[in-house]
């Protein structure tokens, strides 16, 4: 009896986490979850600009937005205007808050120059005020390394002593 007992548990908690697995990599549900925080009211949004005097494309340019809604974890970083990623490129979305650096995600964009990154962890989306959008290989390094394409820093939701990333000195 004890044996089927452990049995019966193990396959319960297989299937839970089956469920839980394909629940977790479900794509649609995904996209389904970053289009109901951009289509809300209640959202907040920052326009992420160009960095200045880098070579941006000339009928749009590059230009991205990070969007949340209060209360919730998921920041969506909405990108527009890419060149194609080439060989094993990516566009890198670091995200910073008082924790420091994280690497957020990497994107490739589809042919219309557009590019999604969802992120459901930490830092939250309200500590977030600092992104850094770059085109490199992705090493999972936390630190923004590459080509700059996107830089945006709100100092007044920074520290007091935070600075705004430094491209030349990769700090």
């Known amino acids: 009896m004890p044996r089927l007992v452990v049995v019966v548990l193990l ?5 839970w986490l089956g469920f839980r697995t394909v629940r977790a990599f479900d794509q649609d549900r995904h996209a389904a979850q970053a289009a109901a925080v951009l ?3 209640d959202n907040v949004t920052y326009q992420l600009p160009p960095v200045p005097g880098e070579p941006s494309r000339p009928d749009i340019g590059p ?4 969007a949340y809604r209060p209360g919730t974890w998921l920041s969506v970083v909405d990108l527009r205007g890419l060149e194609p990623a080439a060989g094993d490129e990516r566009y890198l979305v670091f995200l910073r808050n008082w924790a420091g650096w994280t690497l957020a995600g990497a994107a490739r964009p ?5 590019a999604q990154v969802r ?7 309200p500590t ?14 936390s630190v923004p390394h590459g080509q700059p394409v996107l830089h945006w820093f709100d100092a007044s939701l920074a520290p007091p002593r935070a600075r705004q990333f430094d491209f030349a000195r990769g700090a």
């Open 119 to 125: 992120s459901a962890a930490e830092p939250r989306p």
């Open 110 to 114: 589809g042919a219309d120059g557009t």
């Open 63 to 66: 230009s991205g937005r990070l």
């Open 11 to 15: 396959v319960v908690a297989v299937a």
């Open 39 to 41: 289509a809300a009211p």
């Open 128 to 141: 977030i005020y600092e992104v850094v959008v770059t085109a490199a290989v992705d090493d999972a390094t």
